[in-house]
T-cell receptor, first 113, second 113 residues
Framework: DQQVKQNSPSLSVQEGRISILNCDYT??????FLWYKKYPAEGPTFLIS?????DKNEDGRFTVFLNKSAKHLSLHIVPSQPGDSAVYFC????????????FGQGTTLQVKP | DTGVSQNPRHKITKRGQNVTFRCDPI?????LYWYRQTLGQGPEFLTY????????KSRLLSDRFSAERPKGSFSTLEIQRTEQGDSAMYLC???????????FGNGTRLTVT
């Protein structure tokens, strides 16, 4: 039972354009959501997070949107840069205080120069 | 902040052997997590500690797996009688507490032949 799903295994965009990565979840008890970026041979690196009491959080070129009614979140990267090419994982926390995360399968983003 | 350190980076072992991995978290973090990642999947939660107490274990953690954090600092993950299905990347992460983002190490890649 995949509680967090990233239905697009890969995404390719041109440098300077917007990248939109999507994530769906099934458990309405999730109250904290995060995006991680992973380069080959490295561990995941925290990118941005959002609490369920918000619908948007922005950090520089990265914005996360949360639609609780649709159980959907998305990550927008504007403008995309070649260095953003990596695997992106969304993750959700089923409890407010454990830090235990449920990860999606990941989306490989390629930003072409 | 020297980051989360994991050793060894790679481990090749024969089926039936025991292996032990070590994780050194960020020094001021009181929570430590173990995750496992297989090809094409996101990290899966195995277990976590708050200080030296092991607070939760996933059902993925069979009785061949044992994790310790004896002094609330570094942690070890031991797998006894390894099986080919144990081949994966084992990731360690640490955090201060609650919903602060997890900081991951670069993982230990286990190959069971």
């Amino acid at each position: 039972d995949q509680q967090v799903k990233q239905n697009s295994p890969s995404l390719s965009v041109q440098e300077g354009r917007i990248s939109i990565l999507n994530c769906d979840y099934t458990n309405s008890m999730f109250d904290y959501f995060l995006w991680y970026k992973k380069y080959p041979a490295e561990g995941p690196t925290f990118l941005i997070s959002i609490s369920s009491i918000k619908d948007k959080n922005e950090d520089g070129r990265f914005t996360v949107f949360l639609n609780k009614s649709a159980k959907h979140l998305s990550l927008h990267i504007v403008p995309s840069q070649p260095g953003d090419s990596a695997v992106y994982f969304c993750a959700a926390s089923p409890s407010s205080n454990t830090g235990k995360l449920i990860f999606g399968q990941g989306t490989t983003l390629q930003v072409k120069p | 902040d020297t980051g989360v350190s994991q050793n060894p980076r790679h481990k090749i072992t024969k089926r039936g052997q025991n292996v032990t991995f070590r994780c050194d978290p960020i020094s001021e973090h009181n929570r430590l997590y173990w995750y496992r990642q297989t090809l094409g999947q996101g990290p899966e939660f195995l277990t976590y500690f708050q200080n030296e107490a092991q607070l939760e274990k996933s059902r993925l953690l069979s009785d061949r797996f044992s994790a310790e954090r004896p002094k609330g600092s570094f942690s070890t993950l031991e797998i006894q009688r390894t099986e080919q299905g144990d081949s994966a990347m084992y990731l360690c992460a640490s955090s201060w507490q609650g919903n602060s983002p997890l900081h991951f190490g670069n993982g230990t890649r286990l190959t069971v032949t």
